[in-house]
Each structure stands twice: as C-alpha cells, then as structure tokens.
C-alpha cells in the first residue's frame, strides 16, 4: 500500500489510528511481566496483594488478567481504523 503526499494525513497518523488499541495491549503485557517480574500475581480471582515500593497495587493490576480478551478486541479494531482512514483520506481530498 502506497501513501501519496497528496492524502494530507501522514503515515504516523494513520499507523496511530489503527494501531492504537494493539500498543495499549502491548504497554499491558509489559507491565504485566514487570508485576510479574517482582512477585505480584495476577489472576481472575481478583486483586491479589502485591506491594511495589511500598504501595499495594494489587486492585490496580488486577484488571491486566483479560489482556488476552483485550487483544481479540485489539485486533478486530483493525479493519475498523483502516475505514476510519480510508474516511479521512476521502474527505482531505475533496
């Protein structure tokens, strides 16, 4: 897929809107594995106590145990934002 320089939207804007939901997922995994990393435990049994610097953000991460829900979501947003772009690119043009 070629982007022309007439479409007046950049190619960092457009990779933004239909990727957003993917990075939010990934910035989830990766502090999920950081919990993990230092002892919290992460589970659909609800918020486990988990202490980090002296704060209990055990209720904080709880909500990280559907991450893999999120990425089904996640990926169904794709063929939604390149809509959204193709809209976008449209209406510039005319």
């Known amino acids: 897929m070629s982007f ?52 209990d953000l055990g209720a904080a991460l709880y909500p990280l145990w559907g991450l893999g829900f999120y990425l089904l979501y996640a990926l169904l947003w794709i063929p939604i934002g390149l809509a959204i772009v193709g809209l976008i690119r449209a209406f510039r043009k005319h």
């Open 4 to 55: 022309s320089e007439d479409s007046n939207i950049s190619s960092k804007a457009m990779i933004a809107i239909v990727c957003w939901p993917i990075f939010a997922c990934l910035l989830g995994l990766l502090i999920a594995l950081l919990a993990n990393l230092g002892g919290c435990k992460i589970s659909a049994q609800g918020p486990q106590p988990c202490e980090v610097l002296g704060l």
